[in-house]
Each structure stands twice: as C-alpha cells, then as structure tokens.
Nanobody, 131 residues
Framework: QVHVLESGGGSVQAGGSLRLSCATS????????VGWFRQAPGKEREGVAR????????YYTASVKGRFTISQDNARNTVYLQMNSLKPEDTAMYYC????????????????????????WGQGTQVTVSS
C-alpha cells in the first residue's frame, strides 16, 4: 500500500518562503511521478509542480516558475516544494500525489487540468499568505 504524507504548511506574509515536504512509502519501484497540487476555496484544483524521481526531471506551471522549486531526497523518499516570493494568490490547500505512470510527469503543464488524476494522495497541508 502506497502512502503519501505532506507537511510544512503554515502562514507567512507576502514575499516570504515556506518549504513543503512529501514523504512517500510503499513503493518498490524507484521511478515514479510526484506532483504538488493546490486548491483555493471556490476554485478548481490545479497542478503546481511535478518531478520524475528517477531522472529528477522537474516541471512547473507558469504561475510558479522562478519562485517554486521541486526537489527530492532519495534517501528519505521525500519530495520537497520550496516556495519563495509567496503571494496572497498562492494561498490554498496544497496536496502531494504520486503515481507509477511516469508519463503523467511528461504531460505539458498547460494540459495538467485535463490529465488523469494521480493514484495516491496525501491529506493536504494549508498554506496561507497574507498581504
């Protein structure tokens, strides 16, 4: 059974930084796709960043490029989302998800909203950015 657990959310002022962590367990394959998503109240869930763990290839949605960085620690089976220069519009519940379908990471970011859902999800962690 695959488990995904997020941590690291909190409240910060605009311009500040937060780092989210996503711990995964239960995978026997070292190659999988991990994605960070977010959902603000009244809005649809959107993809934020993805990483292909084997190749460590990263992908970002346009609104976070240059501000957010997704990375991994293989020894800890953990994927991080470093969020800098945070804006009030980044306020949302952030979710981590994982899937063995590696091609999900290769889907163009502009098509993420139409791509199939990831298989394994965490419970989410709240990020609040005040102006």
């Amino acid at each position: 059974q695959v488990h995904v657990l997020e941590s690291g959310g909190g409240s910060v002022q605009a311009g500040g930084s937060l780092r989210l962590s996503c711990a995964t367990s239960g995978y026997s394959d070292p190659d999988y796709c991990v994605g960070w998503f977010r959902q603000a109240p009244g809005k649809e869930r959107e993809g934020v960043a993805r990483i292909l763990t084997g190749a460590e290839t990263t992908y970002y949605t346009a609104s976070v490029k240059g501000r957010f960085t997704i990375s991994q620690d293989n020894a800890r089976n953990t994927v991080y989302l470093q969020m800098n220069s945070l804006k009030p519009e980044d306020t949302a519940m952030y979710y981590c998800a994982a899937d063995l379908r590696l091609w999900l990471c290769g889907v163009d970011a502009t098509e993420w909203s139409r791509a199939p859902d990831f298989s394994y999800w965490g419970q989410g962690t709240q990020v609040t950015v005040s102006s």
